[in-house]
């Protein structure tokens, strides 16, 4: 089984960071995209940042120059610093990961099970 564990969530003030983690295990061959997603009660769920096995990121527009995405491919790991967070990045934090498990077979979408981060104003 292949799993993806989350962490970093928090209650934080307005201005404030968090880093977010999101660390996958189990049974692995390759992982590509890795990305983090958001959603609020009522909401439909929104990509937040993305990053290719090479690096190449994208980010929303509501989180661009406040948000890096990054990634440790060793350590089947990928991060999320939030910067200067606003009562409207509340939310609960998903990562999903993209990740074939042996050589032959395909890849396959893969969540966590959410973080949640409160930014009070």
């Known amino acids: 089984q292949v799993q993806l564990v989350e962490s970093g969530g928090g209650l934080v003030q307005a201005g404030g960071s968090l880093r977010l983690s999101c660390a996958a295990s189990g049974i692995i061959s390759r992982i590509n995209a890795m990305n983090w997603h958001r959603q609020t009660p009522g909401e439909q769920r929104e990509s937040v940042a993305g990053i290719t096995r090479s690096g190449s990121t994208n980010y929303a527009d509501s989180v661009k120059g406040r948000f890096t995405i990054s990634r440790d491919n060793a350590k089947n790991t990928v991060y999320l610093q939030m910067n200067s967070l606003e009562p409207e990045d509340t939310a609960v934090y998903y990562c999903?990961?993209?990740?074939?498990?042996?050589?032959?077979?395909?890849?396959?979408?893969?969540w966590g099970q959410g973080t949640q981060v409160t930014v009070s104003s």
């Open positions: 999903q990961a993209d990740i074939q498990r042996i050589p032959w077979d395909s890849f396959r979408a893969y």
